[in-house]
C-alpha cells in the first residue's frame, strides 16, 4: 500500500510538471513572408524583428516560445482554431478586428507608404492623383483596406495579393502603377529592387497604425503578461537594440 501511495504521488508530481511546462510554453504565429519583421531563411527557420520581439518577450516571461509559421489571410482564424497562443507577426490594431480579437499594449508605430515606378508621372499620394490608376496592395492588412477604401473609392483599380512582393513583382513587371505598403517592410523591399524600377513616392498622411501582439478573446491573464514583459524589454534597453539592429533607430 505504501509503495502504491508512493507511485501514485510520484505520478501526480510528474503530471504537475507537465502541465507547468505546457503552461510556460506560448505558440507564437508569424507569417514569416514581411522582411524585415519577419521571414522564412533558406532552412525554413523564422527570423526578423518580430521573431526577436517575441523571444524577447518569452524570456521576459520565463516562458519557451514556439514559432509556428502561417499564412496571414489565415492567421486569425488559426488563432481563433488554437493553433497558437498569440499573433507577433506586425498586425496593426484595427475596429474590424477588435470584434473577434484582444489586442496587447502596441510594439511599434507604422505609417503607409507609396511606391512607384521610377519614371512615373503620378504627382503624390493623394486620391486625385491615384485615380484612374492601376494599384496594389497585400489582402487583408491595413494596407489593403486604405487602397481599397480610399484609393478605390476615388476611383483607382485595386489589386490585392496574398504577399506584398507578389504585389512589388507586378509593380517591377508594368502591370501596376503604384503599390501601397507599410513604410518600414516597402523601404526593406526598394533596398533589394530600387535599381530595377522604383522608388517611395511618399508617406501617406493620417495613417499611423499601432501594431499590437493579437490573442484570443477573454485570455486577459496572457495579455497582462504580455504587456508587462513589453514594457521591462522597453525599460531595460532590450527593446531599443533590437530596434536599432534593424532600422538603426527606435521605431516604437
Known amino acids: 500500500m505504501k509503495k502504491t501511495l508512493q507511485a501514485l504521488l510520484a505520478a501526480t508530481a ?7 511546462a505546457r503552461a510556460d ?26 521573431v526577436d520581439i517575441a523571444n524577447a518577450l518569452c524570456d521576459k516571461m ?7 509559421a502561417q499564412d496571414w489571410d489565415g492567421i486569425i482564424p488559426a488563432l481563433l482554431a488554437r493553433k497558437f497562443d498569440a499573433i507577433v507577426s506586425s498586425m496593426v490594431v484595427t475596429e474590424e478586428r ?5 489586442f496587447t499594449d502596441p510594439y511599434y508605430r507604422t505609417l503607409l507608404a507609396v511606391a512607384v515606378p521610377k519614371d512615373s508621372n503620378i504627382a503624390d499620394v493623394s486620391v486625385g492623383s491615384m485615380k484612374n490608376r492601376t494599384v496594389g496592395a497585400q489582402s487583408a492588412t491595413t494596407q489593403g483596406m486604405y487602397a481599397e477604401d480610399v484609393y ?34 516597402l523601404l526593406e523591399w526598394l533596398q533589394k529592387n530600387s535599381e530595377d524600377c522604383c522608388k517611395i513616392l511618399g508617406e501617406i498622411p493620417g495613417s499611423e497604425g499601432l501594431t499590437s501582439i493579437a490573442i484570443r478573446k477573454g485570455e486577459t491573464e496572457l495579455r497582462d503578461r504580455f504587456n508587462k514583459a513589453i514594457k521591462e524589454i522597453r525599460d531595460d534597453g532590450t527593446y531599443l537594440a533590437i530596434s536599432k539592429r534593424y532600422f538603426g533607430e527606435d521605431i516604437f
Do not use: M, W
Open 62 to 68: 520565463q516562458a519557451k516560445c514556439e514559432l509556428v
Open 152 to 185: 478605390g473609392k476615388g476611383g483607382a483599380d485595386v489589386r490585392l495579393y496574398p504577399t506584398p512582393d507578389e504585389a512589388g513583382a507586378d509593380l517591377i513587371n508594368g502591370r501596376l502603377d503604384a503599390i501601397v505598403h507599410d513604410k518600414f517592410p
Open 25 to 50: 510554453t506560448i505558440r507564437i504565429g508569424i507569417e514569416g513572408a514581411y522582411p524585415p519583421f519577419n521571414a522564412v531563411d533558406a532552412q525554413g527557420k523564422l527570423h526578423g524583428f518580430d
Open 98 to 102: 477588435s470584434k473577434q480579437i484582444d
Open 14 to 20: 510528474l503530471l504537475a510538471l507537465a502541465n507547468v
